[in-house]
């Protein structure tokens, strides 16, 4: 079993940077996607720093690998975008997950002991966490939060005649290339780190050309155009549909050692370059048969008390066990309509609805 993947370390870092940061505020968000140790709360200094101090105190907080902590002290942008990419992917998460028995759950312990094994679930954490640091950073670039790179150049592209190309594209090749560097790669020995490596990989953001039209009473004589990111829910919804189709690759442990052996790859599949089981097209992989997150235990809180909709999910995430039903009474804004000049007015109206939790 791994120490504790690359991927792992700097999430972990980044989660208790963000606690850091909200500790400020009367309440903050709980956020954290991944990490494989117990997080304690720094001292936050309230002193006043210069720019400089402040960059290269958020870098050492986070506690990086060596590579990585050069990596971010290098570029006073890097560690807000780090933090920025954790709370991005666990909300990505939560919202895919939201009618599913594992929704996505982050608290600390059974955080840790998911990672410590090959699941689906595992396997999308990996590549949601990868897929947001790359999204976070492109975008850093073009709003100029970062020194090291700036908009991305424009493509060559056809049929650009009638084409001006400026505004500030989303510079996804610098921040693919950051994010490979930075995750690193460990022995090809390490079949564990090779499978969530691969995982770190497997999704790759859209592009889109995005225009606005110039000329006379907008005949769109020219066009400005830059590439810009697809929106991240769209990466979200992307990964859903890989996690679904997720292929187990099989391993083999030594009992008495605790060591993964070799790895075979999936009934009816062909193996990659040289043998290896992992597949040639970018497909999550995972080497273990999740739980089924029915009762609490140490991977999640069970689905106990879970809210659900009755036609939709209730008899899945229910476990067969059943729903209870509550009525009650909310108040809630309806009618709206906007005033001159420039409010909305809306009246209160009350209603009673159903709810339906998951019997114990």
């Excluded at 930075?182 to 022995?187: D, K, N, P």
């Excluded at 067969?320 to 109206?349: A, D, F, I, K």
Aim: hydrophobic share 30%; with cysteine; glycine share 8%.
């Amino acid at each position: 079993m791994l120490d504790g993947p690359l991927l792992a370390r700097w999430l972990a870092a980044a989660f208790a940077l963000t606690l850091l940061l909200a500790a400020l505020r009367p309440s903050a968000a709980y956020f954290g996607l991944t990490g494989s140790e117990p997080l304690t709360i720094l001292p936050l200094t309230l002193e006043p720093e210069t720019a400089s101090q402040a960059h290269y105190k958020a870098c050492d907080r986070l506690k990086l690998e060596r590579k990585q902590r050069r990596m971010c002290r290098r570029d006073p942008g890097v560690a807000e975008t780090l933090v920025e990419a954790v709370s991005m992917s666990a909300l990505e998460c939560q919202y895919q997950f939201r009618f599913e028995r594992w929704n996505c759950t982050l608290e600390g312990r059974y955080r840790a002991s998911l990672l410590k094994r090959g699941f689906k679930e595992t396997a999308f954490l990996y590549a949601i966490s990868s897929a947001g640091l790359t999204h976070a950073l492109a975008k850093a670039c073009s709003a100029g939060r970062m020194e090291r790179c700036t908009c991305d150049e424009a493509p060559d592209l056809e049929n650009r005649e009638a084409w001006q190309w400026g505004g500030c594209g989303d510079n996804l090749k610098y921040s693919s290339k950051f994010v490979k560097e930075f995750l690193g790669r460990r022995s090809s020995k390490d079949l564990r780190a090779r499978v969530d490596f691969h995982n770190n990989l497997v999704i790759k953001a859209g592009v889109e050309t995005t225009c606005k039209c110039h000329g006379v009473s907008g005949s769109c004589t020219v066009r400005t155009c830059w590439r810009q990111l697809a929106p991240f829910h769209e990466v979200g919804k992307r990964l859903k549909h890989k996690y679904e189709t997720a292929l187990k690759v099989g391993s083999t442990t030594n009992e008495a050692a605790g060591e993964a052996g070799a790895i075979s790859p999936p009934r009816g599949r062909a193996t990659g370059m040289g043998g290896d089981p992992l597949p040639r097209t970018p497909e999550l992989v995972h080497l273990d048969d999740s739980p089924s997150f029915c009762l609490a235990g140490r991977f999640s809180p069970g689905t106990a008390g879970r809210r659900c909709h009755r036609e939709k999910n209730c008899e899945s995430i229910c476990c067969g066990r059943g729903h209870n039903t509550q009525s009650r009474v909310v108040t809630r804004p309806c009618q709206c309509q906007v005033r001159w000049c420039c409010y909305v007015e809306c009246r209160q109206c009350t209603q009673r609805e159903e709810v339906y939790t998951c019997k114990g």
